[in-house]
């Protein structure tokens, strides 16, 4: 039986409230929270880094996508429906596609400058 844990809970020490009849001391003050945690700057820059990377990355992919015929016009999902090749091949969509990328990339650079002041 000496393996198995106590089910008593050690003694605690008394308490250190003052004594009823000893009205002269103060009570200890609460103690104050911990300040917030600062995130390094090294880690906020690496993070501000690779954002901007991916967002210039798939703006540029996007940007391009639509006038490549290799990914755009021998696509095996517009090979598989052609109603759906009939549609993409239109100028219109290619161009608001291209504009999602030019989009991702402004808002890439915009992140990328607005940071630079800090």
Known sequence: MSQQPELISPSLPESPAPEPGNA???PPAPPSPAPPQRIPR???RAELFLRVLLRMYIGLAVFYAPWSS???DQNPLFVQYPTLSIFAANGAVRG????????NLWIAFQDA???RGR
Do not use: A
């Open 70 to 72: 290799l990914f755009w």
């Open 113 to 115: 400058i607005r940071f």
């Open 42 to 44: 090294w880690l906020v």
């Open 24 to 26: 002269s001391s103060v």
């Open 96 to 103: 608001i596609v291209s504009g999602l990328g030019l989009l």
